[in-house]
């Protein structure tokens, strides 16, 4: 007899619908780093690079990846994992006109999953794992939980609602980064974790703390006592993405704030967080949240 598998609920498949309408392929929402896939038919092999650990829900239909010989197929009610930034082909099996093929994608950023692994293990939280920091997948897929979905659910909830995107949807996120921590993520996550001894955490909190500073990877590596080819092979294994990727989320999401909590303009904030270019800032920028600095400033205000 197969495992049961949670199929998720019509109070969430149908925000999504009214959201994505008749919309094909990715749409992204007001949330960053949440966006919707739909598909009327079956297709592929397509490229997917993902940038981050990522959790992939699936809603309507089926599917399948293939990270290279190793192919993972999923279903309603369950969710890929992809653990860092990997490379993979996807390829939609199940859709129709008439009941297409629907999921659901949030990025998780590195700097969330590190304050939730500190967050659990100061609250004395330390689950132990047989997960080799060698034998790591790149991805895996698991049954959605009751309390995962539900949070989704509510994530999702916060879309027509510009109070609550604001407020309630960061609060959201970590929600669903610590029942994914306490779920089979966490064992894979934690392996990682649990072979830093203090510095990549010093270096995570180093760049954190001099988000201006026109730092080179260099020297955050001389600054925890660790060569830089070592230092960024740790990093990536325990974030789960590369220090400079890290290091330049870092500066554009307080970039962000300085512009819509202070009111600076692009230039003025792009300097504030170590940009030597406006124009980089500008193409970084617009590559992470959609749209360029200004004109996404003035859209969060108008909303």
């Not at 999504?16 to 392929?25: K, M, N, P, S």
């Not at 974790?193 to 760049?207: L, P």
């Not at 830089?228 to 990536?236: E, G, K, V, Y």
């Amino acid at each position: 007899m197969l495992p049961f598998v949670p199929t998720p609920p019509r109070t969430l498949i149908r925000p999504i619908l009214r959201w994505v309408g008749d919309r094909e392929g990715r749409v992204q929402t007001p949330v960053h780093g949440l966006w919707f896939f739909r598909a009327s038919a079956p297709f592929g092999p397509k490229r997917v690079d993902a940038r981050m650990v990522t959790l992939a829900l699936i809603l309507q239909g089926a599917k399948h990846v293939d990270f290279g010989e190793r192919r993972l197929q999923y279903r309603p009610g369950e969710y890929l994992f992809v653990t860092g930034e990997r490379r993979y082909a996807a390829l939609v099996d199940d859709a129709s006109p008439t009941h297409p093929y629907l999921s659901l994608v949030l990025e998780l950023a590195p700097e969330l999953l590190a304050e939730a692994l500190v967050a659990l293990d100061d609250a004395g939280e330390r689950r132990s794992t047989d997960v080799h920091l060698d034998a790591l997948p790149e991805a895996f897929v698991a049954e959605t939980s009751p309390a995962l979905l539900d949070a989704i659910t509510r994530l999702v909830g916060t879309l027509d609602d510009a109070i609550g995107r604001a407020t309630l949807a960061p609060l959201i996120r970590r929600e669903i980064v610590l029942h994914l921590l306490r779920g089979p993520a966490g064992a894979i996550l934690r392996a990682a974790a649990a072979r830093d001894d203090g510095r990549i955490r010093r270096a995570v909190a180093f760049m954190n703390e001099h988000v201006a500073r026109r730092f080179t990877i260099e020297q955050v590596a001389r600054h925890v006592g660790m060569s830089p080819s070592h230092f960024a092979h740790r990093f990536r294994d325990i974030v789960r993405t590369s220090p400079m990727q890290y290091a330049k989320r870092v500066r554009l999401a307080q970039a962000r704030l300085l512009m819509l909590g202070e009111g600076l303009g692009a230039a003025e904030a792009a300097t504030s967080v170590g940009y030597a270019s406006p124009s980089h800032f500008t193409r970084d920028f617009k590559q992470e949240y959609g749209a360029p600095p200004a004109a996404y400033a003035a859209q969060l205000r108008a909303r």
